[in-house]
């Protein structure tokens, strides 16, 4: 089974600048999550889908990031503009379901480090 | 909001030590825990988890953790660690599927 795919996997841009990161999850997954990770803190959740629509997206920074999963499956996440406390790595993750009462794993991709100068 | 606090930032082992990692959580309700493992290099991986039933949970490579409900605590342990489990462990929690915290992680260094 293949996982969970990212690309690029590193970006280097300048602050005030866009950047948009890109995930496929895996096969069949209903549910995909983007989170960000600033060095020495753990996975913090930006965004999760549920299909294509949107479960929670409390700690998603609206003014400057963006999600969307207009078919239910491939999903992009955009910074616009960037900020240098931007800089972390960006994990998406996806599990088969999402439903109250049973339990998902969530299974997570690669990452795409971005660092903004 | 939920939150989770794990105690220990680095720790130093030998091979054959055992180990013992802390995780706390702050929330009122039902919750969902885990650990997650990310080895260097590599993906996160789930290393276990508590859904329900049995406190004590058993996963991967011979770890184990102990869901005290009381303490709001979720320790892992493993009774003897290996040169290979050197890693970083987060613990997690969330609430029916939904909004998962990750604490700081833990990073595991262990000599051989």
């Known amino acids: 089974e293949a996982g969970v795919a990212q690309s690029p996997r590193y970006k280097i841009i300048e602050k005030r600048q866009s950047v948009a990161f890109w995930c496929n999850p895996i096969?069949?997954?209903?549910?995909l999550y983007w989170y960000q990770q600033i060095l020495g803190q753990g996975p913090k959740l930006l965004i999760q889908?549920?299909?294509?629509?949107?479960?929670?997206d409390s700690q998603l920074p609206k003014d400057r990031f963006s999600a969307e999963r207009l078919k239910g499956v491939d999903s992009t996440l955009k910074i616009q503009p960037a900020k240098l406390e931007d800089s972390a790595v960006y994990l998406c993750?996806?599990?088969?379901?999402?439903?109250?009462?049973?339990?998902?794993?969530?299974?997570f991709g690669p990452g795409t480090r971005l660092t903004v100068t | 909001a939920q939150s989770v606090s794990q105690h220990n930032h680095h720790v130093i082992l030998s091979e054959a030590a055992s180990l013992e990692l802390g995780c706390n959580y702050s929330?009122?309700?039902?919750?969902?825990l885990f650990w997650y493992v990310q080895y260097p290099g590599q993906h996160l991986q789930l290393l276990l988890k508590y859904f329900s039933g049995d406190p004590l949970v058993k996963g991967i490579k011979g770890f184990e953790a102990e869901f005290i409900k009381s303490k709001f605590s979720f320790n892992l342990r493993k009774p003897s660690v290996q040169w290979s489990d050197t890693a970083e462990y987060f613990c997690a929690v969330n609430h029916n599927n939904n909004d998962m915290r990750f604490g700081a992680g833990t990073r595991l260094t262990v000599k051989p």
């Open positions: 929330y009122g309700g039902t919750v969902n």
């Open positions: 889908f549920q299909n294509n629509g949107v479960v929670d």
């Open positions: 993750a996806s599990s088969s379901g999402g439903l109250a009462g049973a339990y998902y794993e969530q299974y």
């Open positions: 096969s069949g997954h209903a549910t």
